[in-house]
């Protein structure tokens, strides 16, 4: 059963830093692209950073670009979205999801969020 576990939101001040982890399990890790999406409160679904299977190439949204880092560690089947310089339009429900090939593809696997709230 493929399984996407995902921590480390909480509260944080503007201009704060965060970790969210993925936690996988049930497929084999790297052969798979990553993704992390969230959803801020009353507004659909929107795409945050990609990375492909072996973690050589990133992708970002206009709007976390330079602020946001996603990572992997394929030993411990583990996706990673370092968060820092958070802006209040950063507060919403983070998942993370399966990519379907290597380097992207739909998302066909996905996590049950983890909130972050950027407030002061």
């Known amino acids: 059963e493929v399984q996407l576990v995902e921590s480390g939101g909480g509260l944080v001040q503007p201009g704060g830093s965060l970790r969210l982890s993925c936690a996988t399990s049930g497929f084999t890790f790297d052969r798979h692209a990553m993704t992390w999406v969230r959803q801020a409160p009353g507004k659909g679904l929107e795409w945050v950073s990609t990375i492909s299977y072996n973690g050589s190439s990133t992708y970002f949204s206009e709007s976390c670009k330079g602020r946001f880092t996603i990572s992997r560690d394929n030993a411990k089947n583990t996706l990673y979205l370092q968060m820092n310089s958070l802006k209040s339009e950063d507060t919403a429900v983070y998942y993370c999801?399966?990519?379907?090939?290597?380097?992207?593809?739909?998302?066909?696997?996905w996590g049950q969020g983890t909130r972050v709230t950027v407030s002061s």
């Open positions: 999801a399966r990519n379907r090939g290597y380097s992207g593809g739909n998302n066909d696997y």
